[in-house]
């Protein structure tokens, strides 16, 4: 049953059977499958163009620090065979086009709507559907409403006194102006999360001067990238199999899985070999290749920090700025591990100075720039690389409202509550595609991606052959999910992180405290307890027929 891409049937149903919001890799990948399964879906997407993450951050530096060719699609073994990536870890240009490219092999453009920012969802329990309200005026609705928000697309500026009247230039990282030249500026860089450290990398040397305002330092590792020869791609090229089966087996989906040996089994000469083999190889091996002790254990986090905090002295050459780069709050891999390309050779130059907040903190920006307690420092462009209301900002920014109108902000006033971080209990219909409590965070996101979106289309599949319109979860199975994913942070040092991976954010009311958003068990154990209700019957899933639900005339249910 598929209709005109776009042409709304307004015979008494609902304009779409399915909406899909965002055509980020996420909502470009639900959209494929949703019309390989000849469903009736459209994308809303809130930009002018898609890709989501990959289209609006457009600063200098951006770029993967995942494999590129572990970050495409699997789903097509042609799509695999006809792309050429040209460096391992590809910027953030090559990535949009891949997925433009994405977009116009699989015809999924038609069905996408641009510029459709949707403020509201309200589930109508007499349509047995969604409507949804846009900023343009237009309503919409659905049966079965489909959320790729991204985990990172609601930015945060700093909450600091005068931010609103400075007279140069000013933008967070997200809102990167097109076609800005920076040559000759004096810059003030806020934040060192992996975004400012990439920016900072990248400009370092090409502005007149850099000023890096550091609230607290984050461990940051190479990157190590290089280019992809021709040989080489066709090497990836002919072993996709095997390189997507190995990011099955491990934790976080990357090729790079945790060295299981027990640490303090292993001498301190086979650690130190095993560390500077991972420094110098690329990618994330040094954070999830490395001793999985090392995100357990206390002290064989504080015996790998301490190698990292000498890799750091050696790079800095300031003794002063180095130890000012150095964490002490948290060890390594505690927080997202940034990626960087010259980071700590960035503080070489000159022209480059780091302000420790932490030291003297920021009093005001005024019209000129940025004063602290040191004194002033006078700016044309101030860069907000200052992060995002990570995961469930994207959910905030709609006034989703389920049954008896209660609004899903109220109910996740404490953190959020799913079950299996697809479904929320009183919201029927929405299947929340790589949400919280998913285990779309700490992974590798377009495989775990393609494990929400896949058991989506199946969940879907089941209700489309069974001929139901409702679905909706169990309370307590939702309670039990999130006790679950509670229970799964306690085993790990990263419940003791202040950062966005336990939710916290000091720029956010009400956020200045842990909130559990993310399935730590790893991407294997996520896919199997997928599986499991699944296979299950869906255990915890609690569907209706047609005749099950008032108002709701048969001729207005799904068909397959
Ligand atoms: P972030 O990791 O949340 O970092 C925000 C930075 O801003 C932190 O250094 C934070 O300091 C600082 N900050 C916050 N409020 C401040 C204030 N009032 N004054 C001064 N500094 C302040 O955000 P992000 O760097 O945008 O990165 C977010 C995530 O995006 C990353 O963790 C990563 O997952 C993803 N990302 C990926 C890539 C990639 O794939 N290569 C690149 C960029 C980003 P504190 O830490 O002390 O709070």
């Not at 420094?279 to 301490?306: H, K, M, Q, T, V």
Request: proline content about 6%; charged content about 25%.
């Amino acid at each position: 049953m598929s209709k005109a891409a776009g042409a709304p049937d307004r015979s008494g149903g609902p304009d779409h059977e399915f909406i899909i919001i965002g055509a980020g890799i996420c909502g470009l990948y639900a959209l494929h499958r949703l019309l390989e399964m000849g469903r009736d879906v459209i994308a809303l997407e809130a930009h002018p163009g898609l890709g989501g993450t990959w289209y609006k951050n457009r600063y200098p530096g951006c770029r993967f620090d995942s494999e590129s060719y572990t970050y495409g699609y699997s789903f097509s073994p042609e799509l695999l065979q006809e792309w050429d990536w040209s460096e391992h870890f590809a910027a953030q240009p090559e990535t949009l086009r891949y997925l433009n490219h994405v977009a116009d092999r699989f015809d999924l453009r038609p069905h996408i709507r641009f510029d459709s920012v949707v403020r509201s969802a309200v589930f109508d329990d007499g349509a047995g559907g969604w409507t949804l309200e846009l900023a343009d005026g237009r309503r919409l609705t659905c049966r079965f409403l489909m959320t790729a928000l991204g985990l990172l697309s609601a930015p945060v500026k700093p909450r600091i006194p005068g931010i609103e009247r400075f007279q140069g230039t000013s933008f967070h990282t997200y809102d990167w102006p097109e076609g800005l030249d920076l040559t000759g500026k004096r810059v003030g860089v806020i934040g060192t999360g992996s975004t400012g450290v990439q920016i900072i990398a990248e400009l370092a040397g090409q502005v007149a001067e850099l000023d890096v305002f550091q609230l607290k330092p984050n461990w940051c590792a190479p990157l190590n990238n290089s280019p992809i020869t021709r040989e080489e791609m066709a090497h990836i090229k002919a072993g996709y199999d095997e390189i997507f089966a190995r990011c099955a087996e491990t934790p976080g989906g990357f090729i790079h899985g945790p060295d299981r040996r027990p640490f303090h089994e292993v001498s301190r000469e086979e650690r130190l070999a095993l560390w500077e083999k991972l420094y110098a190889s690329p990618g994330f091996g040094i954070w999830l290749g490395n001793f999985r002790d090392i995100l357990l254990d206390e002290d064989a986090n504080r015996e790998f920090s301490d190698f990292i905090a000498d890799k750091i002295r050696k790079r800095v050459h300031d003794p002063v700025t180095a130890e000012k780069l150095i964490p002490k709050d948290h060890g390594f891999g505690v927080h997202r591990v940034p990626l960087e390309s010259g980071y700590y050779e960035a503080y070489n130059h000159d022209s480059v100075r780091l302000v420790d907040l932490e030291e003297t903190p920021i009093v005001e920006i005024n019209e000129t720039g940025v004063a602290t307690s040191a004194g002033q420092f006078d700016l044309d462009v101030i860069v907000y690389a200052t992060g995002f209301d990570a995961i469930t900002g994207s959910y905030d920014r709609i006034d989703f409202r389920g049954r008896d109108g209660v609004r899903l902000r109220d109910k996740w006033a404490d953190g959020p509550t799913t079950y299996l971080g697809a479904l929320v209990s009183g919201f029927p219909n929405l299947v929340m595609l790589g949400g919280p409590h998913s285990a779309s965070v700490a992974t590798n996101f377009p495989r775990a991606i393609e494990t929400s979106v896949d058991w989506a289309a199946h969940l879907f599949a089941h209700v489309m052959a069974l001929g139901y319109v409702r679905i909706d979860c169990d309370p307590d199975a939702e309670t039990e999910w999130t006790r679950h994913i509670q229970d799964l942070y306690q085993r790990q040092l990263l419940r003791k992180a202040k950062s966005w991976f336990t939710g916290y954010n000091p720029n956010i009311p009400g956020q200045d405290r842990t909130r559990y958003l993310i399935y730590t068990g790893g991407a294997p154990r996520y896919r199997r307890e997928l599986d499991e209700v699944a296979a299950d019957g869906y255990r915890g899933l609690v569907f209706s027929s047609p005749d099950e639900v008032p108002h709701l005339t048969s001729s207005e249910g799904v068909t397959s």
